[in-house]
């Protein structure tokens, strides 16, 4: 079956605009995460879903950073009035249930860049 | 809190030799740890996972890696290395009730022909 995808695969963005970055995880799956890796990096967590429910937005950086997944399913990512340390990629993950055990499947990411 | 360290940021053996990549990890309480591989532009992908089941655990692609609790240890390891490893490698550790994984820094492996 289909695996986890992102898209755009890449932006470029003008310092100070607003960028919706798509995850479209594994059929099914309950679980669904947002990482941002800086270059040389490891993943870095942003925050975590449940179904439609947002359980966990510790790692979100700002107020510019907003997350959603209103049908329990694809879920947008957006940052608002872009700046230049936002440039990363964003990765999204799912896994098929809760549970400290369960293998996160990750999309191939989105490699945001802020000029 | 816990924290993740992966000693090398890069890491070159020749073809056939012992791959070997560490992991260290910090938790006051049991870990959940895994090693996740990442192709250049493709999506992470998971290599092996210790839930407490086994301290051995073995992997995908010849891969395994033991748990050693009194060395706050998580080592990656293949006999033999292929050129098909070339990639970088990123251990993480995840703990009871925290949702997030905590990621090393990750190694980048270098097979050498």
């Known amino acids: 079956g289909a695996g986890v995808s992102q898209s755009p695969r890449y932006k470029v963005a003008k310092r100070g605009q607003d960028v919706a970055l798509r995850c479209d995880p594994i059929s099914g799956h309950v679980s669904l995460f947002w990482y941002q890796q800086a270059l040389g990096q490891g993943p870095e967590f942003l925050t975590y879903?449940?179904?439609?429910?947002?359980?966990?937005k510790s790692g979100l950086p700002s107020d510019r950073f907003f997350a959603e997944r209103p049908e329990g399913s694809v879920s947008t990512l957006k940052i608002q009035r872009t700046q230049q340390e936002d440039s990363a990629v964003y990765l999204c993950?799912?896994?098929?249930?809760?549970?400290?055990?369960?293998?996160?499947?990750f999309g191939p990411g989105t490699r945001l860049l802020v000029l | 809190a816990q924290s993740v360290t992966q000693l090398g940021s890069h890491v070159s053996v020749s073809e056939g030799a012992l791959v070997l990549l560490r992991c260290n990890y910090s938790s006051s309480v049991p870990p959940y740890l895994f090693w996740y591989v990442q192709y250049p532009n493709q999506g992470l992908q998971l290599l092996l996972k210790y839930t407490s089941a086994a301290t051995l655990v073995k992997g995908i692609n010849g891969f395994e890696a033991e748990f050693k609790k009194s060395e706050t240890s998580f080592h990656l390891t293949k006999p033999s290395a292929h050129m098909s490893d070339a990639a970088e490698y990123f251990c993480a550790v995840r703990v009871d009730s925290n949702y997030q994984l905590i990621w090393g820094a990750g190694t980048k492996l270098i097979i050498k022909p």
């Open positions: 879903f449940q179904n439609e429910a947002q359980l966990d």
């Open positions: 993950a799912s896994s098929p249930r809760t549970g400290d055990q369960e293998t996160q499947y």
